[in-house]
């Protein structure tokens, strides 16, 4: 796929992360799990086996000077339906995977589902908003691309078991070949996002099928 291909079926990109996390974000970039955990100087034994391992509920981490963050939980990865979905790799080595990038949603529909999925619905959450091309301007190179939500387990449409994946799911833009794209994700994540934000929204879905209620504009703010 070329970049322009890219760009022409996806202008926006969105981030959804935890309520509460945008100053955090706007401070020190929207970081991967395993580059808050370098950042907040956890011992390499630890990372390890955070980074390796599922994460049914969100662990807040401290630091003296870098203040509390989170790791966003992993409620949509069923572990047993990942070990029988994934094609050449350990679940480890998935979670592994996940925890060194972050991942954005290329279409608002699918993340307005996400927002109003069993697990995150009346949970407000923090929505950041991208432009796309100037993202790619800086970070092409450290893009990949994917055909699935790698991060869930959820049955898709016509789909009686979660969709294959493994080494060659999250693949470099010049090396993807298919048609739609479902995430995009960059290696260890964006230090400088402020740069290439549009808005930040603390957004809510209320019920099922639900338009996502907009408790708050986080940026802007009014004095910029």
């Not at 079926?9 to 706007?26: F, K, T």
């Not at 630890?46 to 049914?56: D, S």
């Not at 954005?104 to 009346?122: C, D, M, P, S, V």
């Not at 994540?189 to 209620?213: C, H, W």
């Amino acid at each position: 796929m070329k970049i322009e291909e890219l760009l022409a079926g996806c202008q926006y990109l969105y981030h959804m992360a935890e309520d509460g996390s945008w100053p955090s974000i706007n401070t020190y970039g929207l970081l991967s799990t395993s580059a808050l955990l370098t950042k907040w100087e956890y011992p390499e034994k630890e990372r390890e086996a955070i980074c390796c391992m599922h994460r049914p509920n969100s662990i807040p981490i401290e630091h003296k000077v870098y203040g509390r963050a989170v790791l966003r939980d992993q409620k949509a990865i069923d572990p047993r339906k990942l070990r029988s979905c994934l094609t050449d790799m350990m679940e480890e080595e998935w979670y592994r995977l996940l925890n060194s990038r972050v991942f954005f949603w290329t279409e608002w529909q699918r993340l307005k589902w996400f927002l109003g999925a069993t697990a995150y619905i009346n949970k407000p959450h923090v929505v950041v908003t991208i432009d796309t091309r100037r993202l790619l301007g800086q970070y092409a190179d450290q893009v990949t691309l994917s055909p699935i939500n790698t991060g869930s387990t959820f049955l898709t449409k016509n789909h009686d078991s979660p969709e294959p994946r493994g080494r060659g799911t999250l693949k470099r833009i010049p090396e993807y070949q298919m048609s739609w794209v479902r995430e995009l994700a960059v290696d260890n994540g964006v230090q400088n996002i402020v740069s290439f934000t549009l808005s930040v929204d603390r957004l809510v879905v209320r019920k099922k099928n639900a338009e996502p209620e907009k408790l708050a504009s986080l940026w802007p703010s009014n004095d910029q």
